[in-house]
C-alpha cells in the first residue's frame, strides 16, 4: 500500500510552486515547477490567486491599472521585465480557448494594454507577449493573463 506523503495532489504542487515563487531560485527550476504545477491544477472556474489581487486581499507590485485591467510584476520573472496582465472580471475567461465573441474586446484591450506597459516600462527594442492555455500550454492559473517578457534578447524557439 502505497504512502500518503508519496502522493502529490494539485494543490501539494501548486503550494510548492508558490512558495518557490517566494524564495529565490533558479530560473530553469522555476520553470520545471510551473511545469508540474501546470500539470497538476485543472483547469477550472474557481476562483484564482489573481482574484486575491484584484481584490486587494494579497499585495502586488502593480505597474498600471484602469477600469477594465491590473498589470503587475511576476513573482518569478523570466525576463528583467516580466510583468502579468489580467481583465479584472474573469467573466468565464479561464484561458484563451474559452474565449467567445463577446470576449473580443476585453482580448483586444489586454494587448493593448501589454503596448502601454512596454513603452511605460522602456521596453523600446522589442518585448514578447505570452498567453499559456491549457496544461500542454502551461497554464497554471486559469484567469486569462499576458505576459509582457522584455529587457534582453527573446530567442526563437520560444518553448
Known amino acids: 500500500m502505497p504512502h500518503k506523503e508519496n502522493i502529490k495532489s494539485p494543490v501539494s ?8 515563487h517566494l524564495s529565490p531560485d533558479s530560473s530553469s527550476s522555476a520553470m520545471a515547477s510551473e ?30 491599472e484602469d477600469d477594465k485591467v491590473l498589470a503587475f510584476r511576476d513573482i518569478a520573472p523570466q525576463a528583467p521585465t516580466h510583468i502579468l496582465i489580467i481583465p479584472k472580471v474573469k467573466d468565464g ?21 501589454a503596448k502601454l506597459v512596454a513603452k511605460q516600462e522602456g521596453l523600446e527594442d522589442g ?22 517578457l522584455g529587457g534582453r534578447q527573446m530567442n526563437w524557439p520560444p518553448g
Open 35 to 64: 511545469k508540474e504545477a501546470a500539470l497538476a491544477t485543472a483547469p477550472s472556474d474557481a476562483p484564482t490567486i489573481f482574484d486575491k489581487i484584484i481584490k486587494k486581499e494579497i499585495p502586488a507590485n502593480v505597474v498600471y
Open 127 to 148: 518585448f514578447r507577449v505570452v498567453i499559456n492555455d491549457g496544461p500542454q500550454g502551461c497554464q497554471s492559473v486559469y484567469h486569462i493573463h499576458v505576459h509582457l
Open 93 to 113: 475567461l479561464t484561458g484563451l480557448s474559452k474565449a467567445e465573441e463577446r470576449n473580443i474586446e476585453i482580448l483586444g484591450h489586454l494587448l493593448y494594454t
Open 13 to 20: 504542487s501548486r503550494l510548492t510552486v508558490l512558495r518557490s
